[in-house]
Antibody, heavy 122, light 106 residues
Framework: VQLVQSGAEVKKPGASVKVSCKAF????????FHWVRQAPGQRPEWMGW????????KYPHTLQGRINITRDSSASTAYMELSSLRSEDSAVYYC????????????????WGQGTLVTVSS | DIQMSQSPSSLSASVGDRVTITCRAS??????LNWYQQKPGKAPKVLIY???GLQGGVPSRFSGSGSGTDFALTITSLQPGDSATYYC?????????FGGGTKVEI
C-alpha cells in the first residue's frame, strides 16, 4: 500500500483544514485509516481513525467536536478535517494504516503517508 | 489515557556499541507495545510489534523485550544508519499513545 497525502497548508486561527490521503495498492475498503500528527520536536499524537469498509469512526476525547474523518471509496481516499484551528494545531499530519493480527491481537501502524505540514498563523 | 515515558531522552554512542532504550507504561498493557524509528523529515517506521516481534525487513540487531509496564528496545552493534529518534507506542487501548522519544546520535 502506498499512501499519498495532499500538500502543505497555511491557515489562520479559527479556520478549518482538510487533508487528503489517497491509497494505492490493495483494496481500499480492507483498510482502517488512522491520522497521527506530530508538532515540531514532540511525540506523535493519535487523532482518530476510520474503517474504510463501513465508515465507522473513532476520535480521542481531546479532539471530539473539532475533527471529522471521512472517506470516498470510489476515489480510494481518506480525509481528515480539523476545525477551529489554533496555533497549537501546527504540525505534520500523517495518515497511516493499521495492521491487526487477529490471532495475537497485536496492532501496529505499518504504511504511512509522506506527511502534510499544516501551519496555523495569523 | 495510558501515559508512556521513555528514557533516556537522548544518547550518544559509537558504531558497534550496544544501546538499550527503556519505555514505561502508566498501567499494564500486556505485550501490546510497539517500537518505531523516525528519521528527520520522515514518517515513523515500525521496528518491533507485540513487544518482541521483529517486523519484516528490519535487521536482527534490533530486539524488544518486556511485558506489563516495563519494556526495552536494544540495538546491538549500532550502525551509522541507526541515527534516529525511537518511539514506543502502546496499542493496548484507545487512544493509542506514544512515548516522548529517544534521540540516538552516533
Amino acid at each position: 500500500v502506498q499512501l499519498v497525502q495532499s500538500g502543505a497548508e497555511v491557515k489562520k486561527p479559527g479556520a478549518s483544514v482538510k487533508v487528503s490521503c489517497k491509497a494505492f495498492g490493495n483494496s481500499f475498503t480492507d483498510n482502517s485509516f488512522h491520522w497521527v500528527r506530530q508538532a515540531p520536536g514532540q511525540r506523535p499524537e493519535w487523532m482518530g481513525w476510520i474503517n474504510a469498509g463501513n465508515g465507522n469512526t473513532k476520535y480521542p476525547h481531546t479532539l471530539q467536536g473539532r475533527i471529522n474523518i471521512t472517506r470516498d471509496s470510489s476515489a480510494s481516499t481518506a480525509y481528515m478535517e480539523l476545525s477551529s484551528l489554533r496555533s497549537e494545531d501546527s504540525a505534520v499530519y500523517y495518515c497511516t494504516t493499521l495492521v491487526y493480527d487477529i490471532l495475537t491481537g497485536y496492532k501496529y501502524f505499518d504504511y504511512w503517508g509522506q506527511g502534510t505540514l499544516v501551519t496555523v498563523s495569523s | 489515557d495510558i501515559q508512556m515515558s521513555q528514557s533516556p531522552s537522548s544518547l550518544s554512542a559509537s558504531v558497534g556499541d550496544r544501546v538499550t532504550i527503556t519505555c514505561r507504561a502508566s498501567q499494564t498493557i500486556g505485550d501490546h507495545l510497539n517500537w518505531y524509528q523516525q528519521k528527520p523529515g520522515k514518517a515513523p517506521k515500525v521496528l518491533i510489534y507485540g513487544a518482541s516481534g521483529l517486523q519484516g525487513g528490519v535487521p536482527s540487531r534490533f530486539s524488544g523485550s518486556g511485558s506489563g509496564t516495563d519494556f526495552a528496545l536494544t540495538i546491538t552493534s549500532l550502525q551509522p544508519g541507526d541515527s534516529a529518534t525511537y518511539y514506543c507506542q502502546q496499542s493496548h487501548s484507545t487512544p493509542v499513545t506514544f512515548g516522548g522519544g529517544t534521540k540516538v546520535e552516533i
